[in-house]
């Protein structure tokens, strides 16, 4: 597995690794809007990917849907948090240590400490949070649950999850 920035050609990666989770968090892959957040988190050198030590090798056409791994779009704070704004591992790459490289990577690159960083995710009673893992994965990264956070587009109810670094 190779970690590395995204590029503009790993946009179709990007919508594959979507449409894996919209039953989650709702509509993406026909939104503008999700494909412009996706734009800029590369543009910013914000996005990263997780890709098969296999695809890519050519090192500039980015990587077909089968060969990303997982995603990750990053927000780096001011005098505030930092925020991990969307992650997402390949279905037949959960549970791997795709993600928790998609976050190293990106702490190690854009975080310096003392800083916190902020995620939100589902909450205890997410039919998601179970299937899907994500609050195990936050809690052994170190992150710990704090205030709820505004219901899912889908309904479901949401949580932030905080990591201090000091």
Same mark, same amino acid.
């Given at each position: 597995?190779? @970690?590395r920035p995204a590029r503009p050609a790993d #946009?179709?990666?990007?919508? !594959? %690794?979507?449409?894996? =989770? $919209? *039953?989650w968090f709702g509509p993406m892959v026909a939104e503008p809007g999700f494909h412009r957040a996706v734009a800029n988190s590369v543009d910013r050198g914000l996005a990263t990917v997780a890709e098969s030590a296999k695809s890519g090798e050519d090192g500039e056409d980015g990587v077909d849907a089968a060969?990303? %791994?997982?995603g990750l779009l990053f927000g780096v704070g001011g005098?505030?948090? *930092?925020?991990l704004h969307w992650l997402v591992v390949a279905g037949h790459a959960r549970?791997?240590? @795709?993600? +928790?490289?998609? =976050? $190293?990577? @990106? #702490? +190690?690159r854009h975080v310096r400490s003392p800083a916190v960083v902020e995620v939100v995710t589902f909450g205890p009673d997410h039919p998601g949070a179970v299937a899907s893992g994500a609050r195990v994965f936050y809690e052994r %990264? /170190?992150?710990?649950? !704090?205030?709820?956070? !505004?219901? /899912?587009?889908e309904g479901g109810s949401r949580q932030v999850y905080r990591l201090v670094l000091t």
């Open positions: 597995m190779k @970690v #946009l179709p990666g990007f919508l !594959a %690794l979507a449409a894996e =989770v $919209e *039953h060969g990303l %791994l997982g005098p505030g948090p *930092h925020y549970g791997t240590g @795709v993600g +928790r490289a998609l =976050v $190293e990577d @990106v #702490l +190690r %990264l /170190g992150f710990a649950p !704090a205030e709820a956070a !505004a219901p /899912g587009p």
